[in-house]
């Protein structure tokens, strides 16, 4: 397999999963066969193709620079775990 | 140290003072009460869909054209991804491999060599909240989401920067062009500009490229100078020890006077870029260009070559007048309107700018208005005022707003011209001071400028000095 554990590992801390040594196995597995499949698309002659930036056929949609209102407070902070005052409230990561 | 050089590249965030955020409708604004100017786009809630706001692009197309870079006619945007409580996405919006601007450039003047400091890539993001760290050990974090979706612009500079002179004189420059093209406050203080340096140092007149340690945490122009001053001793004393510059991230630490390492971000440059499907790709047509080219004001190094050429300015003179647009405007309004444009510019870089100092103000914030200097200005020459006393009536005039001949009237400050009046009070100088007019004819010139004193003293400085020289030269 393309992908060590330890590369799971360390994409898992990128996302902040805590995953166990069974799910390293599981997931180590799931992701190899993604870039397996990755692989055979990478196979193909893409020389004479532009790189696709994007998969809709549009470009430059801007908006006026005009306000519109904003969500109040208690809507904001309603699906906050933790709420302190005006704040959302988070554990300390420095 | 002395066999040694710097090499530096600075990197700059600035907030654009667009009304709105970058890619929702809330409004962009400073001091709110947290968590008030958010919405569902800038909060990150699912099934939003940001668009990008036309005045960013505006200004961003504006600031890489004022800074010489060519403008891609194709750009797009990117997610940065991390993880951190400020960005509720857990991306920023940004531009990776295709920025908005590339391969610009400004000019410097740091001792009276012209330098050119290349600019690698100007490119649009959004900013991030802002945390409140819990007081003491506390385990928690306050967020205010208020800032997060800002419109942002990294300006990134090539290593061309080789003293921290340079440095400075960059960020000057820098800030001086946006403000001119009135796309950002550049506050420092408010964090509307925000500075890292990339900095390493090698054997001077070697190419070598040593490794760089990148400094954070300054927080005025001259903590980034002092910064980068007590981080090149620290590489030379490093190298010159026989040790290894570290390649890490440094913070800034004002009350030491010296940089410090900071705990290593894990996994710190693993960003996983990727184009953002959700905002579609900027093209950019060269009318849209041209447009905005033909709308950019005179930028400062022009209207500074102007000034030395229109006014008969010096180099130097011109350049402090035109730093900042709101000074130079007033300077112009004023030179324009009076016989001595030098005369203004004395003013203006003189008492003026030291009451803009001293009283802490904002050059729009002065009272005192273009055609009052010049009223001023107009009355010592019709010999109402001297010179000196005019020094009093500037200040009143700068604290109040009140016109020169008000203040005139209301402080009794007209000069004495009357010629009755002065003999006698030269007179009664000549009388009380025998010994020192004795030294004068005995030859001592420092005597009659003690008398000239003296005089000045007993009219509160009111009297005509050019009259008060003649009737005592005429009575000694």
């Known amino acids: 397999m393309k992908l060590s554990k330890k590369e799971v590992e360390h994409v898992a801390l990128l996302a902040r999963l805590a995953l166990s040594e069974e799910e390293k196995e599981r997931f180590r597995a799931q992701l190899n066969s993604v870039l397996e499949y990755a692989e055979i698309i990478n196979q193909l002659d893409t020389e004479k193709v532009a790189p696709t930036y994007h998969v809709l056929p549009i470009q430059n949609v801007e908006r006026p620079d005009k306000e519109h209102e904003t969500l109040p407070l208690e809507e904001t902070l309603q699906n906050a775990p933790q709420r302190d005052g005006n704040y959302f409230r988070v554990p300390r990561i420095i | 140290m002395d066999n040694y050089e710097a ?58 054209l004022a800074l010489n870079c060519e403008i891609a006619a194709f750009s797009k945007f990117d997610r940065k991804n991390y993880y951190y409580p400020d960005l509720p996405k857990n991306y920023q919006i940004s531009q990776y491999d295709l920025p908005l601007c590339r391969n610009g450039y400004l000019d410097i003047e740091v001792n009276g060599a012209t330098r050119r400091i290349g600019i690698t890539r100007v490119h649009m993001e959004e900013d991030a909240g802002k945390l409140v760290h819990g007081e003491g050990g506390a385990d928690y974090s306050l967020v205010d989401l208020n800032r997060a979706g800002v419109p942002l612009l990294e300006i990134v500079s090539e290593p061309d920067i080789r003293t921290p002179e340079e440095a400075k004189a960059y960020l000057e420059k820098l800030k001086s062009i946006l403000s001119y093209i009135d796309v950002s406050d550049c506050k420092m203080e408010e964090g509307s500009l925000r500075c890292d340096a990339n900095i390493s140092v090698r054997p001077a007149g070697t190419d070598i490229l040593n490794p760089k340690t990148e400094i954070k945490n300054m927080n005025s122009f001259r903590a980034v100078q002092r910064a980068l001053e007590a981080e090149i001793k620290r590489q030379c004393a490093v190298w010159a020890a026989g040790g290894t510059v570290e390649s890490e991230t440094r913070a800034w630490d004002e009350n030491k006077g010296t940089t410090v390492p900071m705990r290593s971000k894990e996994e710190a440059s693993d960003y996983r870029y990727f184009p953002d499907p959700d905002l579609v790709p900027i093209v950019i047509s060269p009318d849209r260009v041209s447009r905005i080219r033909r709308e950019l004001p005179e930028l400062p190094d022009a209207r500074a070559r102007r000034f030395t050429s229109e006014y008969g300015l010096s180099a130097y003179d011109a350049g402090v007048l035109t730093a900042s647009r709101a000074l130079a405007d007033f300077y112009e309004a004023c030179a324009r309107n009076y016989r001595d444009p030098k005369l203004v510019s004395n003013w203006v870089t003189g008492e003026f700018l030291r009451l803009v100092n001293a009283r802490n103000l904002e050059i729009r914030d002065v009272k005192l208005t273009p055609a009052h200097l010049v009223e001023m200005l107009e009355l010592i020459d019709k010999g109402t005022i001297s010179g000196k006393i005019a020094k009093t009536v500037f200040e009143e005039m700068f604290d109040t707003g009140k016109r020169a001949e008000e203040i005139v009237k209301e402080k009794g400050l007209v000069q004495i011209s009357d010629e009755g009046e002065l003999s006698r009070i030269v007179e009664e100088v000549v009388t009380a001071n025998p010994g020192v007019v004795a030294d004068y004819r005995n030859g001592k010139e420092k005597a009659f400028a003690f008398l000239v004193g003296q005089v000045m003293k007993a009219t509160k400085g009111k009297a005509n000095p050019q009259l008060v020289n003649r009737l005592l030269k005429e009575r000694i």
């Not at chain 2, 958010?38 to 909060?43: A, F, M, N, S």
């Open chain 2, 7 to 64: 090499v530096i590249g600075l990197e700059v965030h600035v907030e654009l003072h667009t009304k709105t955020k970058a890619f929702c409708s809330c409004p962009n604004e400073f001091g709110k009460e947290p968590n008030t100017n958010v919405c569902p786009i800038c909060l990150g809630l699912p099934g939003v869909l940001p668009v990008i706001n036309e005045a960013l692009l505006e200004y961003a197309i504006r600031a890489g």
